[in-house]
């Protein structure tokens, strides 16, 4: 131990001491000084004083920390069975422990703003599949299961998340109809226009496309409202169809403490991070053709640093409006679905015009932060190309559910559709489990209702998977989750 060691260190500089002094002594008396000198004796009690002066040093700050480093058996077993060594932690791992705990208090007061974004009713309502019975997506079923699963990644829930959170609705004029839904689920509802209207835009391709592009056409430009949020140090923006499956502190401490998360969290681990970082987002590689220099930004999971000066140049960018018909966004990021708006202004801005030594924005894995189980190779098997110029390919579609921090369902299809997802592929799995995860979470959001946290659904082979919210296959066979709704804050 540290601190035996310096005993020993200390018994043997003040014999060094000694000695030396003994030698010096010696060597005086054998020739004649002009000068008197200190006698023998005084000079060995002024050594012993100099080195003891040091272990009282030590011991004084060991005691600041109650550092003490002794090796404490405690007769437990460990694994192979031997008796178990509790090493006390040194005074560095002290300052490193007071440190964290005094951070630990900092982030549960840091008050994270989880954003989703809604442009009408008629956009939010209108979402079908191919599934000819599915009825009209209600707000509430993806609004109160989102919203739950943030409160259990938080420092209010159970999965030891560090940081606060608030629910926040941006919300276009034309969403007021739906708005009572959001206000029970505790979401603060803020107002906004989106920031260019399409007659003010400058670029005549731009002004013609704009309003069938994606899902949500100009209105999606809502999004980029989050960057006014001045009040929160951090804003992710998430679609309604996603959900938090454990804490996403590593990516909150990466950009408010620089701590740098391990490396399967990025996606490039052996790039080096910018000095500040503003932007960390997730691509939609499977969109485009494989191995493409400018790919699509997924426009339903952003964490971004609110800042109005880059509010100011994305409102700016749109107004111009450079898009062209074959390069897209400056005639560089080429075209793809949603190009016009979010999911294309967003690699231009950051990857662009500011990329390379300007960076401020860092790419998550996306097998682990908004899985959207995307394949990996332009088909079937390992002959085709990855869509991502890496090697090995990384493929979304194994990763573990323990593992996975966040997901989105847009290939797996919404899970009040009620798909079984019994076909034997990797996929097909994975839905499975991550489907299962989302009623998981609804159960649980019911029972901190009240509620059974048991869907009234008769019995069906999958009953188990969806809590007994799904009868059959198809949204005809979901039931909705039923008013009044509950809040977080009645927890």
């Known amino acids: 131990p540290n601190f035996r060691r310096f005993v020993v260190f200390a018994v043997a500089s003040t014999m060094v001491q000694i000695t030396r002094t003994t030698r010096a002594g010696r060597s005086s008396s054998s020739r004649v000084s002009k000068e008197p000198g200190l006698p023998f004796f005084l000079r060995v009690i002024g050594n012993l004083f100099y080195v003891s002066g040091f272990l009282v040093c030590y011991l004084l700050v060991a005691s600041l920390f109650d550092e003490v480093d002794e090796t404490d058996y405690h007769g437990e077993l460990s694994a192979s069975g031997s008796n178990a060594l509790v090493t006390k932690p040194n005074i560095r791992q002290a300052v490193a422990a007071r440190s964290a705990i005094d951070q630990q208090d900092e982030r549960a007061k840091t008050k994270i703003a989880y954003v989703i974004s809604l442009t009408s009713c008629g956009a939010a309502y209108n979402q079908t599949t191919s599934d000819p019975n599915a009825k009209v997506f209600m707000v509430a079923e993806g609004a109160a299961v989102l919203a739950h699963s943030i409160h259990r990644a938080s ?47 400058e670029g005549d391709y731009l002004r013609e496309k704009i309003r ?138 950051y990857l662009v015009l500011n990329g390379g030594n300007k960076s401020t924005a860092v790419e998550a894995n996306r097998c682990i932060y908004n899985n959207m189980v995307a394949p990996s190779r332009a088909g079937s098997n390992a002959k085709f190309r990855c869509y991502v110029k890496e090697e090995p390919c990384r493929d979304c579609q194994i990763q573990p559910v323990e593992d996975i921090y966040s997901t989105h369902f847009t290939n797996c299809q919404k899970p009040w559709l009620c798909e079984r997802h019994n076909f034997h592929t990797n996929s097909s799995y994975l839905c499975r489990s991550l489907h299962h995860e989302w009623f998981n979470i609804r159960s ?23 809590h007994g919210y799904c009868a059959s296959r198809g949204s005809r066979g979901y039931e909705s989750i039923a008013t009044p709704y509950g809040t977080e804050t009645s927890l």
């Open 155 to 201: 420092v209010h829930g159970e999965l030891g998340g560090r940081y606060d959170y608030e629910l926040v609705a941006l919300h276009h004029p034309d969403a007021t109809p739906c708005l009572g839904v959001l206000e029970q689920l505790g979401y603060r509802l803020i107002e906004r226009k989106v920031f260019v209207s399409v007659e003010e835009i």
């Open 212 to 349: 069938s592009s994606g899902c949500c056409g100009d209105a999606e430009l809502i999004k980029f409202e989050a960057y006014t949020l001045m009040e929160y140090p951090l804003a992710l923006i998430l679609d309604l169809d996603c959900l938090i499956m454990r804490p996403l502190d590593h990516l909150f401490d990466l950009m408010l403490h620089g701590i740098v998360p391990p490396r399967e969290h990025l996606m490039w681990p052996d790039q080096p991070l910018p000095s500040e970082i503003n932007f960390i987002y997730t691509q939609d590689y499977a969109m485009v053709s494989p191995q493409r220099p400018v790919t699509p930004v997924q426009g339903g999971f952003l964490l971004l640093r609110p800042n109005l000066q880059v509010y100011e140049d994305f409102k700016a960018m749109a107004k111009k409006g450079d898009f062209r018909d074959k390069g897209g966004w400056g005639g560089k990021t080429g075209r793809f679905w949603g190009s016009h708006t979010v999911q294309g202004m967003l690699p231009y801005y």
């Open 444 to 466: 649980q959001m019911e029972i901190s209702w009240g509620r059974s946290g048991t869907g009234s659904a008769p019995e069906w082979p999958d009953r188990d998977m969806f």
